[in-house]
């Protein structure tokens, strides 16, 4: 959004380093990333709750022109949710957009007042920023259309590139001198899983079933780790992963979890239902939901819930799986992207492994809605990937209580398994 304004391009906000600049760490897709501005097709500006910090908000209330104030306090409205307090956010017109946006797509605050006059979250989408030291991570909100158009059209898209002291990647005690301690993994520790994964899945030489064989092996480890007792399984993890990288034989990884449709679809079928009512922020996705699971809606047993795999596993070797094999990027993209997206890996090790499960749920709800579109209209596949990709990104971004009760509903059942998350990316 931080963009809109009178056609300026702005880039990834990198700060240029000064002798105590922290280093950044972003994808390449947001290193030098600039939004389409008025040529967005579906501005971010549309159908979210576009929360105003508090400063912002006062700043506006007190412009000292009594017009503009008049005009950008109409803009503001409060929000009262229950058991919540109380937020304020922009207010939409009866086309789902900002009231500032302009009708030719710009944004008429960075227009008229200039970048420094938006609203915190409008300057700072899409990017999601971690980190807190000298070394910070930067990457972009899948709910951009062109984060989504770079991360499934270009092969190098998530090739990561540093600004600043690379030293402090190997800094041998951690960021700043000080070792990480504590439960959750330090920003040097995150950096170099990030780093690992980022290039497990870049390795578009290799069969997409063998990387996401090391990929649920690197998880289903991580989620073992207690940092508390032992922070030197997590390099060793880290190490482990890389050496196996570099192997010749990883191909061999091929056949450890099979494709197994039959596993994953009934899985997603709650979160597809759950899709269904979200017609009213992404009808588009709402209709395809529906017009996949109609024959199930109808009967819900357990004969159609088996032709709703078979149907599904063969429009997908038909339709989709002929389309990723053309370009061999796209699977490692669109999925560390999503990891990414999560910010994958914060937090504890337990919180990076449920970022993980959010990615595979992510780009398993993907594969079936761009199934459903491919098929259901006559958009052509680049079309209907890039759309679903943000669209799908747009939802979870409002919703992420639907991803965290498809993981407790997963947990109650037992199911939450390595050869389940192997089976949602494969
Ligand atoms: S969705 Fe992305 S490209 Fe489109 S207007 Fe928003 S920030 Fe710019």
Not at 69 to 90: I, K, S
Not at 224 to 252: C, F, N, Q, Y
Request: hydrophobic share 45%.
């Amino acid at each position: 959004m931080n963009a809109h304004a009178a056609g300026v391009r702005t880039h990834g906000g990198v700060r240029r380093p000064g002798p105590a600049a922290p280093t950044w760490i972003q994808p390449r897709y947001m290193a030098d990333f600039a939004c389409l501005a008025d040529a967005c097709p579906n501005t971010c500006c549309k159908g979210w709750t576009i929360e105003v910090d508090p400063g912002t908000a006062e700043r506006w209330r007190r412009h000292a022109d009594p017009a503009h104030r008049a005009r950008l306090t109409t803009a503001l409205v409060e929000r009262r949710d229950p058991g919540a307090p109380v937020r304020t956010v922009m207010r939409l017109g009866s086309n789902g957009c900002c009231t500032l946006l302009r009708e030719d797509g710009l944004c008429s605050v960075h227009a008229e007042f200039g970048e420094d006059w938006l609203a915190e979250s409008c300057r700072n989408y899409p990017r999601l920023e971690t980190g807190t030291g000298s070394l910070r991570h930067r990457a972009g909100s899948i709910g951009c259309v062109e984060v989504a158009r770079r991360v499934l059209g270009e092969p190098d898209a998530l090739t990561e590139a540093s600004e600043g002291d690379p030293l402090v990647m190997l800094a041998p005690v951690g960021i700043d001198g000080i070792p990480a301690r504590g439960p959750a993994i330090g920003d040097q520790e995150a950096a170099w899983l990030r780093s690992v994964v980022l290039r497990l899945f870049g390795r578009h030489d290799l069969p997409w079933s063998a990387r996401v064989a090391l990929f649920t092996i690197t998880i289903e480890d991580l989620g073992r780790i207690d940092l508390v007792r032992s922070r030197r399984r997590l390099l060793d993890l880290v190490l482990r992963t890389e050496s196996v990288l570099r192997r010749p034989e990883l191909a061999g990884f091929d056949g450890i979890f099979p494709a197994e449709p039959e596993r994953v679809v009934p899985t997603l079928v709650p979160i597809v239902r759950v899709l269904l009512e979200v017609g009213r922020s992404d009808a588009p996705i709402a209709e395809t939901a529906r017009a996949l699971t109609v024959s199930f809606e109808s009967a819900g047993d357990a004969t159609s819930l088996g032709s709703l795999v078979e149907n599904l596993a063969s429009a997908s070797r038909k339709g989709l799986e002929p389309e990723l094999d053309a370009r061999p990027h796209l699977r490692g993209n669109l999925v560390a992207a999503a990891l990414l997206h999560e910010r994958f890996p914060v937090g504890r090790p337990s919180t990076a492994v449920d970022a993980a499960w959010n990615a595979a749920l992510f780009w398993a709800l993907w594969k079936l809605l761009v199934c459903g579109v491919v098929f259901l209209s006559d958009k052509p596949f680049e079309t209907a990937a890039v759309e679903v990709a943000y669209r799908l990104g747009r939802i979870f971004a409002h919703w992420p209580a639907a991803q965290s009760a498809l993981r407790r509903d997963l947990d109650r059942r037992g199911v939450r398994t390595s050869a389940l998350l192997a089976a949602l990316l494969r």
